[in-house]
């Protein structure tokens, strides 16, 4: 049996001003799981990924990740703060906040060289990493001036260059042409079959189906409704309309009344097609 990542008991988080926004939520997840974590616009997945990652901290229950409760002392406090950064990547919505040096090589070395590597070994990492991702023409471009897609290879890269055990992606999937949508596809299928526990907060149901196995439903009111196959989930159209995750859409056709459900309106954004049942 694979080791515990995570275990979340009675998971509870608001914003400042009181904004519930998670919910006596309690799961686990194992190492080389891949999890997808479902919901319509604010019902929590970014903020569960951000408790995940230490960046957020529970107000009631916890979260312990490689057997420590994270809080805000245990993530300050090391050797675990240092192991736990290693062991756990954040790949941001925004890639653009993720991006802050002058060079792609500089975004690339600058994990290493927090986790306090040799320099060799940094810029073997650094190198190594450029050809993974293919993008060893744009070691010397500053960030911000890539293109979305470009801006996203170089976020999972700085991710990838640290080499951990656990990553974490928020709505990795979104504004993505559909050649960068299927090589991250790709990509994400390779990093799990070398043994990465992948976690990903998504809305869109077809890329969903690619890359997870397991699936965390969140409602609208921010609790955990389902847990379980993925697969099982798509096809349950009654959960899905009541996480408003698709919709139903009526028409008339020969004086009958339809009702048919439709995707989320980020599905139609992508324009994807999926079969349900």
Not at 220 to 240: C, I, N, Q, R
Request: hydrophobic letters at 40%; charged letters at 25%; one cysteine or more.
């Amino acid at each position: 049996m694979n080791d515990l990542v995570y275990e979340a008991s009675d998971l509870a988080y608001s914003y400042p001003g009181g904004k519930r926004a998670i919910e006596g939520v309690s799961f686990s997840v194992r190492e080389g799981e891949r999890v997808a974590v479902l919901g319509a616009n604010a019902s929590g997945k970014s903020t569960l990924l951000h408790l995940l990652d230490g960046l957020y901290f529970a107000e009631r229950g916890g979260i312990r990740a490689f057997g420590t409760v994270l809080t805000e002392e245990s993530v300050e406090t090391h050797p675990f703060f240092s192991e736990f950064r290693q062991k756990v990547g954040f790949l941001f919505q925004n890639s653009d906040a993720q991006l802050f040096c002058t060079t792609v090589e500089e975004e690339l070395a600058f994990g290493p060289l927090q986790l306090r590597l040799p320099e060799a070994d940094v810029e073997q990492r650094v190198n190594d990493t450029l050809r993974m991702f293919g993008i060893e023409r744009l070691s010397d471009r500053s960030p911000q001036t890539l293109s979305g897609g470009e801006k996203k290879k170089v976020a999972l890269a700085t991710i990838i260059a640290c080499a951990p055990r656990v990553i974490l992606l928020d709505e990795p999937s979104a504004g993505l042409d559909p050649r960068t949508q299927q090589w991250l596809t790709e990509f994400m299928g390779v990093l799990n079959e070398s043994g990465v526990t992948l976690i990903t907060s998504s809305h869109d149901l077809s890329f969903v189906a690619e890359v997870s196995d397991r699936a965390l439903i969140l409602s609208e009111d921010h609790k955990l409704v389902y847990d379980g196959p993925v697969k099982d989930a798509l096809t349950d159209l009654d959960l899905l309309l009541s996480v408003n995750l698709i919709h139903a859409h009526a028409h008339t056709h020969e004086r009958t009344v339809h009702i048919h459900p439709h995707l989320h309106e980020a599905w139609h954004e992508h324009n994807h097609e999926y079969r349900l049942g």
